[in-house]
Structure formats: structure tokens, C-alpha cells
């Protein structure tokens, strides 16, 4: 059977061992290091740029040092459940069925008849960054203008950097997006970001995913996302309906 790890980012202490392919991954530096999880400050990484990345962090270690067959993100509290069972996070037969036939699982979109993607950024975050992105797109990958000038013109994405595919598939988008971040992240004017949008890359990188799926003709299959609250397994739509850059 294929090798598939699901790689839980978190910034706090979670179980281990509650599934055989979800494995916890810490985020940032600092962690005492223990059996049976993974942390981002080992390894080949950016670490010490967390706050600039944030879950982006994840990705990019996972593509610098993991050689599993088939790859994951989730987040300590927002998961991809079953679609056969019944409040279960999804399994290895399930992903395997659903991956033999699509190039990748994504979360539901989001729509938003009432903004563009464009001005939710705007609303959310610094749309300065967003000018520089597509700056660098113009020059490095000219090709993805038009999926860009598509996605920001329109009123649905694909948020919340979480989704399944083969490595070779996660491979080919780490290569792409760091190479947009890590560019963007010279010309961005750190200074003139609040505290709370420190995290410019990773929020930068949440919209430029759907440019990448529209331009790759990725065959997707969506999945509805589940947050999981201090009350327990939260409504179907809660995510959906909540979405938000800054609810991370």
C-alpha cells in the first residue's frame, strides 16, 4: 500500500497516535522533541521565519524532508472527515478511492456573492502584498496572469492551506509558491504591517493556491472541512460560513 502521512500544524500540545496516517507537527521552534510527531525546527527548514510563514512553515519542511507517496495538511482544529462514516476523519481506503480517480482533495470552496476575492483581501490584510505577488507573477510566471487576474475578479477560492495530494503533486506547488514568498518577502515593507499581519506569506499563499489549481487544470474533489471546538465537532458549514485570513 501507498505510504500517506497526514500532517496535523499546530502551535499547542495535541494527542498523538489518535489515527495511524495523522501525525502532530509543530510549528515554530522552541518544542521539546518526542517520539511519534514531527517539528518544524529540524531538518531542513525556515523556522526561524514563522512569523513571516506561519503554517507555511509545515509545507515546506514537509517538501524538503518527507518522501511519503501521498501527502496531507490539516490543522489542530480543522480536519477532513468521511464521507462514509459518519463524524470519523477521513482514512487510507477513502483518500486512496478518491486520489485513484482525482488529482486532489481540497476543501469545499468559498463563496462570496457579495465581494470579490480581491477586495476580501483588501478587507483582511495589506493589499499592498497582493500588488507585489502579482508583480512577481508578471515576471517570473507570466503564464498564471490571467488564473490570477480570474480568481481575484471572482467571488470563490479554495482557503484554509489544507488539502491531500501525491507528493510529486505537493512537490510541484512547494517549488512554485516558495518561490513567490521568498521574493515577496524582500520587497514587502515588514515595517508597515500591525502585529497581526506579520503572517503576510501565509496569508498570501492561501489565495495564490486557487490561482495554482485554475492554471495546473488539477482534477479536484472537494471536501466540506470540519473545525473541531472546546464543545466538540462543530456543524458541517460552520467553516465555510466563518472563513476568514485572520481566523487561523
Same mark, same amino acid.
Request: proline share 3%; aromatic share 16%; hydrophobic share 40%.
Given at each position: 500500500?501507498?505510504?500517506?502521512?497526514?500532517?496535523?500544524?499546530?502551535?499547542?500540545? @495535541?494527542?498523538?497516535?489518535?489515527?495511524?496516517?495523522? $501525525? #502532530?507537527? /509543530? =510549528?515554530?521552534?522552541?518544542?521539546?522533541?518526542?517520539? %511519534?510527531?514531527?517539528?518544524?525546527?529540524?531538518?531542513?527548514?525556515?523556522?526561524?521565519?514563522?512569523?513571516?510563514?506561519?503554517?507555511?512553515?509545515?509545507?515546506?519542511?514537509?517538501?524538503?524532508?518527507?518522501?511519503?507517496?501521498?501527502?496531507?495538511?490539516?490543522?489542530?482544529?480543522?480536519?477532513?472527515?468521511?464521507?462514509?462514516?459518519?463524524?470519523?476523519?477521513?482514512?487510507?481506503?477513502?483518500?486512496?478511492?478518491?486520489?485513484?480517480?482525482?488529482?486532489?482533495?481540497?476543501?469545499?470552496?468559498?463563496?462570496?456573492?457579495?465581494?470579490?476575492?480581491?477586495?476580501?483581501?483588501?478587507?483582511?490584510?495589506?493589499?499592498?502584498?497582493?500588488? @507585489?505577488?502579482?508583480?512577481?507573477?508578471?515576471?517570473? $510566471? #507570466?503564464? /498564471? =496572469?490571467?488564473?490570477?487576474?480570474?480568481?481575484?475578479? %471572482?467571488?470563490?477560492?479554495?482557503?484554509?492551506?489544507?488539502?491531500?495530494?501525491?507528493?510529486?503533486?505537493?512537490?510541484?506547488?512547494?517549488?512554485?509558491?516558495?518561490?513567490?514568498?521568498?521574493?515577496?518577502?524582500?520587497?514587502?515593507?515588514?515595517?508597515?504591517?500591525?502585529?497581526?499581519?506579520?503572517?503576510?506569506?501565509?496569508?498570501?499563499?492561501?489565495?495564490?493556491?486557487?490561482?495554482?489549481?485554475?492554471?495546473?487544470?488539477?482534477?479536484?474533489?472537494?471536501?466540506?472541512?470540519?473545525?473541531?471546538?472546546?464543545?466538540?465537532?462543530?456543524?458541517?458549514?460552520?467553516?465555510?460560513?466563518?472563513?476568514?485570513?485572520?481566523?487561523?
Amino acid at each position: 500500500m501507498e505510504k500517506i502521512q497526514i500532517f496535523v500544524l499546530t502551535n499547542r500540545i @495535541i494527542p498523538k497516535g489518535y489515527s495511524e496516517i495523522y $501525525y #502532530p507537527f /509543530y =510549528l515554530g521552534t522552541g518544542w521539546e522533541h518526542s517520539s %511519534g510527531a514531527y517539528y518544524e525546527d529540524s531538518g531542513t527548514n525556515i523556522a526561524d521565519k514563522h512569523e513571516m510563514y506561519a503554517d507555511l512553515g509545515g509545507f515546506y519542511w514537509i517538501w524538503k524532508n518527507i518522501e511519503a507517496d501521498i501527502v496531507g495538511i490539516s490543522q489542530y482544529r480543522k480536519y477532513f472527515f468521511s464521507e462514509r462514516e459518519k463524524d470519523r476523519f477521513i482514512q487510507s481506503e477513502e483518500i486512496l478511492f478518491l486520489l485513484s480517480q482525482y488529482d486532489i482533495l481540497v476543501p469545499l470552496a468559498f463563496v462570496n456573492p457579495h465581494e470579490t476575492i480581491y477586495e476580501k483581501y483588501q478587507h483582511n490584510t495589506c493589499i499592498e502584498d497582493l500588488e @507585489i505577488a502579482r508583480d512577481i507573477l508578471r515576471e517570473k $510566471y #507570466p503564464e /498564471y =496572469l490571467e488564473g490570477f487576474d480570474v480568481i481575484m475578479g %471572482g467571488c470563490r477560492m479554495h482557503g484554509f492551506n489544507m488539502w491531500i495530494a501525491r507528493k510529486k503533486i505537493f512537490d510541484k506547488y512547494c517549488a512554485w509558491i516558495f518561490s513567490i514568498l521568498q521574493e515577496a518577502e524582500h520587497r514587502i515593507d515588514w515595517d508597515s504591517h500591525p502585529q497581526n499581519m506579520k503572517r503576510a506569506l501565509a496569508f498570501l499563499s492561501e489565495y495564490l493556491f486557487s490561482v495554482w489549481l485554475l492554471h495546473e487544470n488539477l482534477k479536484i474533489y472537494e471536501l466540506c472541512p470540519r473545525v473541531i471546538t472546546a464543545k466538540g465537532l462543530a456543524p458541517d458549514e460552520t467553516m465555510i460560513r466563518t472563513f476568514s485570513t485572520t481566523e487561523h
